[in-house]
């Protein structure tokens, strides 16, 4: 009979339902130790195998995740500890952001059953242990194996070194049962703008290069690496005042400005105990940003939207809330002590930070994963006295005080970030956001016309599709003005001018659709062409199912119809194979000729079938 104190199998499942938000926030756990580690580069690695699936389909879906870093590595019991969950050597670094002994093990196991590590110092050979899910709840692996040396396997050293660092770790996360999403590209895809955000200042100050690339895996032996799927990530900054960021460029001359402005910094004492009782002091920093006047000014000039609509609003969209950075890396955006009508209209426009250091951990409640701070939430004083058995928030606040609790600190920081959110809010009120001549529509989809509607949907649309492993041919991140306007003028044959007009503006929605009507004599009632990333969609206005039709519907009909054949435009953008892609445009004349010869004798004056 079995009577330990603990199950294996109850304690492994336990850890392994960690709280890690995603696969992004997972590999994150790693980076931190790539940077502590004193790495200048870190590599994500997503190998990718062939599976067949129930329906008899052989799509590429990830099989192994791998982490590689040039840090200085670790020596065999550096290793074995930084394996054990609670061990690592961090804990009495106060500036790292390490410092749980949690991060390797708990991070691995979130997303798989099986993690291998080879790490190798200057001048030594690399030694490998591992931890294995099953291993351990049977009671097969109790200890973490005893770290031996051993070469990195030929398939990764090929694959991921073109010259093997001096020191450096490999990880590597095989029998995966755990990730958020299945593709190299869609992990790309959720992990860019997170990753980004979270290391934006180590990126900016050339600390580090981070990397994302896709490999296939070529039998037991070779990884053969994706051309296209290879990233470097770009900083991602929710304040707006860093250059070189994932940003688009900003349009005319701002290009070498920050969209952004600092508008406040105030620094804040905060007090904590260590372990003996002495009180020692750290400061919390709150900066404050908010958009130039002077840029969205420049941008509503021709945008046919709200400033939310355009690719920069919709950027700006994604980092909305209070950045909590801690040690120099952002622990999360909480968008709670933004209020609803300010997270919804105007609340992308502005920027708040707050930072501390390490040793303020335990007042803020930082979570082992370095997901969150929990006790930074708006707090609403007036309830929370009463409850306490107050009769005043001065009283409460006093009594906090007196018994050094850590919350009288917290309700500092928390005052302080309400003071700045309101009067962030009031600055607002004198920056427009409306296109000129259009102040007064409800919402953006008031300001746009259904093909641009359309086009949005359909922009969306290819984005989801590329997240599922669905690539479009010649696809890019951004459009470029000079190829955008030399097709327009191609294809629309538009003059110069009004193709540069067409070009702001689709450069300004930020899709890469876009929706014409244009007169041609092809038989087709539509055309579709696609170059350097932009997907051209023309409804021929001489066609009779256009003026029968077409341009009688609503709005919403006609938003509805024309993204019904962006979906069209779509398809033929992911056929690769040649001959199926001369079917498709073959279909596409022929049916137009049909549905002339259908409708010139088919309808009477009133389009009603006789």
Partial sequence: ????????????????????????????????????????????????????????????????????????????????????????????????????????????????????????????????????VDEMKSGRLETVPEPKKKDIPEAYAKAFFSKKPESGTLVVWSKLDRLSWKTGNSIYRHCENLVGRMYRNFICEDKIKIYSKTYRKVGNESLVEMKRA???????????????????????????????????????AIEYSLEGGEVKRDNVRIKTSIVKKSIADEILKKATSKLGGTKWGKHCSRNIGVSIVRANRELVLNNQ?????????????????????????????????????????????????????????????????????????????????????????????????????????????????????????????????????????????????????????????????????VADRLLLTGNHFLIENFASDSEAFFDVSTSKGLTLVLFNTNHIFYDKFLKKLGAEELEVMQTAIAGFARVMNETTDVARLRLLNSARRDWGVVISDFLAGGLDEDNEVF
């Fill in 337 to 501: 002590f933004l209020t609803a009508t300010l997270r919804e209209n105007k609340g992308r426009f502005i920027g708040i930070e707050m930072s501390f250091p390490p040793t303020l951990d335990a007042v803020f409640g930082v979570t082992n994963n370095k997901q969150n701070a929990v006790r930074l939430i708006p707090y609403d004083m007036k309830p929370i006295s009463v409850e306490a058995g107050f009769d005043s928030e001065r009283e409460y606040l006093r009594d906090l005080d007196d018994n050094g609790d850590p919350l009288s600190q917290v309700l500092k920081v928390v005052s302080v970030i309400k003071k700045q959110i309101s009067a962030l809010s009031k600055q607002l009120d004198h920056i427009s956001v409306e296109p000129k001549g259009r102040s007064g529509s409800n919402s953006d989809v008031a300001d746009k016309s259904p093909e641009e509607l359309a086009a949005g949907v359909a922009t969306h649309g290819s984005e989801k599709r590329e997240m599922e492993g669905h690539h479009a041919k010649g696809k890019v991140d951004h459009l470029d003005k000079e190829d955008i306007v030399e097709h327009l003028i191609k294809k629309v044959r538009l003059l110069h001018p009004e193709a540069e007009r």
């Fill in 230 to 268: 290879s990233h470097l990530f770009k900083a991602n900054d929710p304040m707006y005042l860093l250059k070189g960021t994932s940003l688009p460029d900003l349009p005319g001359g701002y290009k070498k400005e920050t969209f952004f402005e600092l508008t406040d910094e105030e620094n804040i």
């Fill in 1 to 132: 009979m079995n009577n330990r104190f603990l199950s294996a199998e109850m304690v492994i499942e336990s850890l392994r339902d960690s709280g890690f938000s995603n696969t992004a926030y997972a590999v994150a756990e790693l980076i931190d130790n790539s940077l502590q580690a004193g790495a200048g580069k870190v590599e994500l690695g997503f190998i990718e195998e062939q599976c067949k699936t129930a329906t008899g389909r052989f799509p590429y879906t990830v099989s192994e995740i791998a982490i590689w870093d040039n840090g200085r590595g670790m020596d065999p019991e550096t290793l074995r500890i930084a394996m054990q969950f609670g061990g690592g050597k961090h804990r009495d670094d106060e500036a790292g952001m390490g410092k749980f002994g949690m991060g390797l093990p708990n991070s691995s196991i979130s997303q798989c059953k099986r993690v291998d590590v080879w790490s190798w110092q200057k001048n030594s050979d690399a030694h490998y242990t591992y931890l294995d």
